[in-house]
């Protein structure tokens, strides 16, 4: 594995932070495939700061396999890192260093398995998809998504890799990121009947948020293959108010809802919209008609539910030995690869237990199983696939 790791630190060298350009390690990329003869296309966004990476090995013309993997990681501000976080570091067999979990251990592996796909000589196209701004709400991937769509030969299958410990997952929740602002009228707070707490009237819909919430725990809903078996809801952020003595004329707050792959976010954000309109709204403006409630979506990604009979689910298992099929509670790009007719699983070394944590690391032996996962799967190319 000795080239998987000589690829993880250089990686894990380029700060990609999501607020970042992640270009340093795109052209790192580039260039590296550009020496073993393997060309790519750049997809870049509007301001040309970020880009995604799109290659082929092997013939375009016919179906073939998508490995996948987002370069931006999480930022490290706060967090007490023992080691640096933007180098990688040894240790009682395991590689730190932000992102080697999630999910750059996984992208040195693909990258390190090309010399033998090119060897392969290969019938059955090999693509490799690198993506930006997955952290921030599956952002960039969407206008590679949008040039793959526009393709007549649509892929067999796509490897989502992020951390898995190698266990194949086909499904996942989606999500819906919302933020509400509430307008009220500001006024001293001896005279606090003379204004509209914006505070108080968010408070209002939070609760109502959570009772939404404990509907969607009703047992009829629940699907077990999830854990938690039901959608779920929750508030993140709150912002509001100046000072004690002032009724707060302005509040915010930020919720998610991840929801089964059955169920559509947009309901639950639809129930508070309506119940913001018919209860609350109402008496805000018989106190001061300019008060407003503004609802305003963040982020938003599908869910993934892949059956386990499908050819997605054969061929993963042939190429990591294992038919125990899961599910994960964190949310990927797959589902957005589904929803344009790319069946997709979600399976890389490491575990989502480090992700996004001070000395996040992946184990060695987890890196030796990934290169071994895609030798596997250059074995199953070159002798035939199990369709």
């Known amino acids: ?74 930022p490290v501000d706060g967090q007490p890192w023992s080691v640096p976080p933007f180098e990688l570091s040894e240790h009682d067999g395991k590689l730190f260093g932000r992102g080697t979990a999630d999910m750059k251990g996984y992208i040195a592996c693909v990258l390190a398995a090309v010399p033998g796909l090119l060897a392969a000589s290969l019938t059955i196209p090999v693509h490799i998809a690198l993506s930006y701004d997955e952290e921030v709400g599956c952002l960039g991937v969407r206008s590679l998504l949008a040039e793959l769509e526009q393709r007549p030969v649509k892929p067999l299958l796509c490897i989502i890799g992020e951390p898995t410990e190698l266990k194949p997952v086909l499904g996942h929740k989606g999500k819906l990121a919302m933020r509400c602002d509430v307008h009220g009228a500001a006024c001293h707070s001896a005279y606090a009947p003379q204004g509209v707490n914006a505070i108080e009237y968010a408070a209002e819909l939070i609760g109502e948020l959570g009772r939404i919430g404990t509907t969607l725990r009703a047992v009829d809903l629940h699907d077990p293959r999830f854990d938690p078996p039901f959608t779920t809801v929750q508030t993140g952020v709150i912002t509001g108010g100046k000072a004690l003595n002032i009724v707060p004329a302005d509040c915010r707050f930020d919720f998610e ?131």
Do not use: W
């Open 1 to 74: 594995m000795s080239k998987s790791r000589e690829l993880l630190a250089a990686l894990v060298g380029f700060d990609t932070t999501s607020r970042e350009s992640n270009l340093q390690l795109i052209e790192f990329v580039r260039d590296y495939l550009a020496q073993l003869d393997v060309p790519c296309e750049l997809i870049y966004n509007a301001e040309r700061s970020k880009a995604n990476l799109f290659a082929t090995l092997g013939p375009a013309d016919r179906p073939g396999i998508v490995l996948s993997g987002h370069t931006d990681v999480v």
């Open 257 to 387: 809802v991840r929801a089964l792959p059955a169920h559509d976010p947009l309901e639950v954000a639809q129930r508070l919209q309506q119940y913001a309109k018919d209860q609350v709204l109402p008496r805000m403006q018989a106190v001061n008609p300019d008060s407003d409630i503004r609802f305003s979506a963040l982020s938003a990604y599908p869910g993934l539910v892949t059956d386990e009979k499908s050819q997605a689910a054969r061929l993963i298992a042939q190429f990591c030995g294992s038919e125990e099929f899961t599910t994960v509670a964190f949310g990927t790009e797959g589902g957005l690869f589904d929803a344009i007719g790319i069946p997709t699983v979600v399976c890389g070394p490491g575990s989502m237990d480090q992700g996004h944590k001070p000395d996040e690391f992946v184990s060695v032996e987890q890196l030796e199983a990934c290169d071994a996962m895609l030798r596997r799967m250059i074995e199953a190319l070159r002798t035939g696939l199990h369709r």
